[in-house]
């Protein structure tokens, strides 16, 4: 009977430390007999879940780890639930994913709307089930293993499939392209309904026995006193963190950031991702620590595509050469492949990371692929061997602060609102976040909007990252002769 090589892996490790929550530590037979638990819990007299979508909403640490690795041993789908989600999203989320079962606590629970008609299984009392015969159901390469959800270009957020092949292919990538091993240690503060958060930490940590050290939030005071004390060897963030913690130490007592510095200084890797990297922030984060991060490049229907080297040249502003196993090309707009270097083109992706499909979307699936390539939407340009993200190929997607956001998901939210006649979402540039989300809008005849009213309108109906955080009102939005708006006028609103 097959098995997902990650549970093969974690039975190896046996009573290494797996995850660290504040005071409390968990082995690795601990996760194994608490996913067993959750399995247990979640087949009840069923033997398989034959790829049945299973919503988590439940919050880092071991209780996460548990209801991941539950899902999976009992053949189901794992999907994933953002925290900071409204009621709203998760009710979109669940209608579309068709969601029958949600593993999450008392507390979120309480939050959830009525109108979802959903079995609900506290994970507090899903770890108190007792243990079956242990008999749980073939988890072949090709099944049906996690679902996340990805704005793209549309209106409305897409479900990405991948399989249990593909995962065991982006973490077998990762590892062998940044040297995971058992004795690496490493802080997860990254959102878990996320690639970045899910494979990049927590999966190639647990598959390689190494120990994961969970927060809520990422918070100087809490991460720069066990970094101080070489609690990490590795370490993963997003740039608009990188640029948080030089503030932070830059207003530090010279004694205590000596200390913090010195730990950062003496981790092994440190990865920058999810959104560019500012070569000045590169060379800044290098002069005070002399760490060169290692900027990668991926996304989530891709996993991880292209990264800079572990040894060798860390290049500002380029995202490096394709990962082990995946094969990456360029092609132009007339549609010949770019052979040639400094000549821009599209990311098209190949090989066994690349996604499975979108959840009941064929036709987008078949648009998505180029003659078996995954078709990226992002342009860039070989440099040296390098590659270098130019930008993307839709100005309706919005990367800030390590969120992929979809401005048209925005729009659809703000038209809405009773006194909005119309309205355009952008990205304008950010030195903090990568981009920010700006809005222009057009109220409707004979009415004002008050920006704060409208900015807690918003907090009530979308993700906090998702919420505008600029807005323009003008009096009407440029457009073209065809009546479409026209982005790029629109921008020069916030210039």
């Known amino acids: 009977m097959a098995s997902f090589p990650l549970f093969e892996r974690a039975k190896q490790h046996g009573s290494r430390i797996a995850l660290r929550e504040g005071e409390a530590t968990f082995s690795y037979d601990d996760l194994i007999q608490r996913a067993h638990r959750v399995a247990t819990a979640l087949l009840g007299d069923e033997k398989d879940l034959k790829e049945k979508r299973i919503g988590v909403l439940v919050p880092p640490g071991a209780d996460y780890a548990a209801a991941q690795w ?30 029958g079962c949600l593993i999450t606590t008392d507390k979120l629970a309480a939050g959830l709307s009525s109108s979802d008609a959903l079995r609900v299984i506290d994970v507090a009392e899903a770890l108190q089930t007792a243990l079956g015969t242990g008999s749980f159901p073939d988890l072949a390469p090709g099944r049906r293993a996690m679902m996340l959800y990805t704005s793209g270009t549309t209106s409305k957020p897409k479900g990405v499939v991948t399989i249990h092949g593909c995962i065991a292919a982006q973490i077998e990538s990762l590892i062998e392209a940044w040297q995971w091993s058992a004795g690496d240690r490493i802080p997860l ?12 930490v927590l999966c190639c940590a647990l598959w390689s026995g190494a120990q994961v050290e969970t927060f809520s939030r990422f918070d100087t005071e809490s991460v720069f006193p066990r970094a101080a004390t070489d609690a990490y060897t590795v370490f993963m963030a997003v740039p608009t963190i990188y640029v948080k913690m030089i503030e932070a130490l830059e207003s530090m007592g010279a004694d205590e950031r000596t200390k913090v510095v010195l730990g950062f200084s003496r ?54 050469v394709p990962l082990p196993g995946v094969s990456v090309r360029l092609k132009n707009d007339e549609g010949s492949v770019v052979t040639s270097e400094d000549e821009p083109g599209e990311i098209q992706v190949r090989g066994p990371t690349v996604f499975h499909e979108y959840w009941k979307r ?6 998505s692929f180029d003659d078996g390539w995954f078709r990226t939407g992002d342009i860039a340009v070989r440099e040296k061997g390098y590659y270098r ?40 540039e950010d030195p903090t976040w990568g981009e920010s989300v700006a809005a222009a809008v057009v109220p409707a005849a ?50």
């Open 362 to 367: 064929p036709e987008t699936t078949a648009e």
């Open 267 to 320: 981790m092994r890797l440190m990865v920058s991702g999810s959104a560019a990297l500012p070569a000045g922030i590169h060379r800044k984060w290098e002069e005070i620590t002399g760490q060169k991060l290692l900027e990668r490049y991926g996304m989530t229907e891709i996993g991880m595509a292209l990264s800079n080297p572990y040894e060798g040249e860390r290049r500002p502003g380029a995202v490096g």
């Open 389 to 428: 993200i130019m930008g993307r190929s839709s100005v309706d997607i919005i990367k800030s602060g390590g969120y992929k956001l979809s401005a048209l998901e925005i729009e659809t939210v703000l038209l809405d609102h009773p006194d909005i006649a119309e309205c355009a979402v952008l990205g304008i």
């Open 189 to 200: 503060f990254l959102p878990l309904h996320h690639v970045h958060g899910i494979i990049n």
């Open 446 to 495: 004979g009415r004002t909007i008050a920006e704060n009213d409208l900015r807690a309108w918003c907090k009530e109906r979308m993700s906090p990252y998702k919420v505008p955080r600029v807005f323009k009102f003008p009096s009407s939005l440029p457009r073209n002769a065809m009546g479409k708006t026209t982005k790029p006028e629109v921008k020069k609103l916030f210039v």
């Open 70 to 99: 539950g899902v999976w041993r009992a053949g189901g789908v794992f999907v994933p639930l953002s925290l900071s989600a409204t009621p709203k999203e998760i009710s979109y989320a669940v209608a579309d994913a068709e969601i």
